[in-house]
């Protein structure tokens, strides 16, 4: 059998037992609902989810200007410059080990429980692995390319345009990937412990009253809403790859950070 | 040495400027000293509360928690990661699922876990674990692919026993991948802990920071987040530095 089909059988599994362990008795209904109940309970309660959902991604949406445009801006400008990356770049990563739930509550004072303070902290949450992603990309731009540009003569605007966005387009995706998942996180994060609207809102309101299907419809729909980013992030990368010719060392630290360590924190 | 002193410097100043302008910002009252108390009160603060009992208290009930999830969860990761790793059909079948169980979000299940384990001791260490465990996994991978090929041949064909390998090949060339996984899974475990606390517990230093800003006291809040921060940089910097004195086992 061949590991594809073995992983499609694993993946159908889960979702049989999924449906069965919770019918059978096995586990309660209350740890874990059935795959049916849970779509029933969301089916029923589509006007409200829907609502959620609208507040929630326009909350998702502006935190993703603020952390991906201000993480890619200051990542390309830190990157770039050797001395500001030697000062700056172990602090930032240092700043990264914190905790940044606990600047929350902070943020509800400052700016009540409304959309605010989830855009600012979810900016804040997406703003520092996007920079460390986007400036540790940079470097990875071939200086020979850069070097047989200028000795041919091209003009500041064309070595910008020609060379150092194409070479810098696999980094700022992977930014944007790594900044967008972890964007959705912390908006849903910050609905769940104080708020009065969203999925997390939901998920933590039924969560109080015990009603575990409409718990797991919540925790469903924002799993998709990830899904479903990831899955356009990934299509805007195949569309861009024409870009990356000849660049197997951007795409390969591209790769390596999308993948690897700044992926969403919880 | 020179210039390595030089950036040094340059980072202090810039920490000690932005404590002055959090001061400056709060004293002359452009910002409104009820919404950031001055860095110096925060300070204050900070020093009464690490004199409290109930703090001190909250504190180890944390790192109990924080600890505890971490001895159960590298071990573990790092078994089931060194098992991928070293078989290649196992390994095709498991990793991109575990990439997929990686790339979601974990938080979303924290209600899950306190309906299954209610709001105690064991509901944190198991979100700390489940949040931990699959980069434990993804780094110990790794980890075990970062290991020469060469290497193991030429210590296979010197007759080396199994254990010769695993202390002599195996172990320097995975210690800094590993160190570096064990920084990154802490920051994910105590981000895990303190979500846990935060947003439903008795006690732990995550309920007592969600508690002060429910209660708008803000200079006990500050104080927290200050507190937080400091330890978690100090563990951070110290597993880098372990890292570097180790960096020349790397080839």
């Known amino acids: 059998m061949s590991a594809k089909t073995l992983r499609h059988l694993i993946v159908v599994g889960l979702i049989v037992l999924w449906e069965l362990l919770p019918r059978s008795g096995m586990i309660p209904e209350l740890f874990l609902p059935s795959l049916s109940s849970t779509l029933l309970a969301g089916w029923n309660e589509a006007g409200e989810y829907g609502h959620a959902l609208a507040v929630t991604i326009y909350e998702v949406a502006v935190s993703m200007a603020f952390a991906c445009g201000g993480g890619i801006l200051l990542g390309a400008i830190v990157g770039s410059l050797p001395r500001p990356r030697l000062l700056i770049m172990p602090m930032v990563s240092s700043l990264y080990a914190v905790p940044l739930v606990i600047l929350y509550p902070v943020f509800t004072v400052w700016l009540g429980i409304g959309s605010e303070s989830k855009i600012a902290f979810a900016s804040i949450y997406g703003f520092l692995p996007t920079m460390l992603a986007t400036a540790a990309g940079i470097q990875t731009i071939d200086p020979q390319l850069l070097l047989a540009a200028r000795s041919m003569g091209a003009t500041l605007g064309q070595r910008l345009v020609r060379v150092i966005i194409p070479a810098a387009i696999p980094t700022v995706l992977s930014g944007l990937r790594v900044g967008g998942a972890l964007v959705i996180v912390g908006v849903v994060v910050s609905e769940m412990l104080i708020s009065s609207a969203g999925i997390g809102y939901l998920i933590s309101r039924y969560r109080t009253i015990l009603d575990s299907p409409h718990v797991f419809a919540g925790v469903l729909l924002v799993l998709f809403m990830a899904i479903a980013f990831n899955t356009a992030i990934r299509w805007i990368e195949r569309r861009a790859a024409i870009w990356q010719t000849g660049m197997r060392a951007g795409q390969n630290a591209a790769d390596e950070i999308g993948s690897g360590a700044m992926q969403p924190a919880t | ?251």
Request: hydrophobic share 55%.
């Open chain 2, 1 to 251: 040495m020179q210039a390595t002193l030089t950036i040094k410097l340059a980072r202090v100043a810039i920490v000690i400027a932005i404590f002055a302008l959090w001061e400056l910002l709060s004293r002359t009252g452009i910002v409104n000293p009820r919404l950031l108390p001055s860095a110096s009160d925060t300070l204050a603060t900070l020093d009464d509360l690490l004199q409290r009992a109930s703090v001190r208290n909250d504190l180890m009930v944390t790192a109990t928690e924080v600890l505890a999830a971490f001895a159960l969860a590298v071990p573990f990761g790092a078994l089931i990661g060194f098992l991928i790793a070293e078989n290649r059909y196992f390994a095709d079948v498991a990793k991109p699922l575990l990439f997929f169980a990686f790339s979601i979000p974990k938080s979303i299940f924290l209600p899950m876990f306190i309906l299954v384990f209610g709001v105690g001791f064991a509901q944190k260490v198991g979100f700390g674990f489940f949040s931990t465990i699959f980069i434990v996994i993804m780094s110990t991978t790794t980890a075990v692919e970062s290991v020469k090929v060469e290497h193991l041949t030429v210590a296979r064909s010197y007759g080396a026993t199994r254990a010769q390998t695993a202390f002599r090949v195996y172990l320097p060339s995975m210690l800094p991948v590993l160190l570096e996984a064990l920084r990154i899974s802490m920051i994910f475990n105590l981000t895990g802990v303190i979500l846990a606390e935060m947003y439903a517990s008795r006690d732990g230093i995550g309920h007592q920071i969600a508690t002060w800003g429910e209660n708008f006291q803000m200079k006990q809040l500050l104080a927290g987040v200050v507190m937080v921060a400091a330890i978690a940089m100090t563990f951070n910097e110290l597993i880098r530095w372990v890292e570097t004195r180790c960096s020349h086992w790397r080839t």
